[in-house]
């Protein structure tokens, strides 16, 4: 389990390696993404508090990056925090995430990145429920889920 202790020293000694990498141009990335996607993942945007499709759904399944299909997050950890952004306390592997320091608007936060194709998903930060004591703060935009299927017998 990954805590601000692990985030803090990703962010300054490096980030783990990924499984494998995904390199687009822009002009490539624009023609996949809606603007807003591409605003969010490429630009490093955010959206607006309380507007993302996903903030409501706890729908079971895995929120895979928007831009390679990456696993990142799974259902089981997403959290209400009443922040207005899906909010995760873990990724679903140690090396699925980047970190990097971000000291944009005069204050220092931790950006979470997608380690496969380098696409910006939000911010952690160390005010989450335990055990792990963080909180993914990620873009609607930058993740999609994908429902498990309900069994039927």
């Given amino acids: 389990m990954l805590t601000w202790k692990d985030i803090i020293k990703f962010s300054v000694k490096g980030n783990p390696t990924p499984n494998r990498r995904v ?10 993404l809606t603007p807003e996607q591409f605003r969010i993942t490429r630009q490093k945007g955010t959206e607006r508090a309380h507007s993302g499709a996903l903030c409501s759904i706890y729908d079971a399944g895995m929120y895979t990056c928007i831009c390679c299909n990456t696993p990142l997050f799974d259902s089981a950890i997403k959290f209400s925090s009443g922040t207005g952004w899906p909010s995760f306390t873990q990724p679903i592997k140690g090396n699925a995430i980047k970190y990097e320091k971000d000291a944009a608007f005069g204050i220092i936060r931790i950006e979470v990145i997608c380690n496969t194709c380098n696409a910006h998903l939000g911010h952690v930060f160390p005010d989450g429920p335990e055990p792990s004591g963080l909180r993914y703060c990620i873009n609607s935009e930058s993740i999609q889920i994908e429902k498990e299927e309900a069994n039927e017998y």
């Fill in 23 to 32: 390199e687009k141009t822009n002009d490539e990335w624009r023609a996949q």
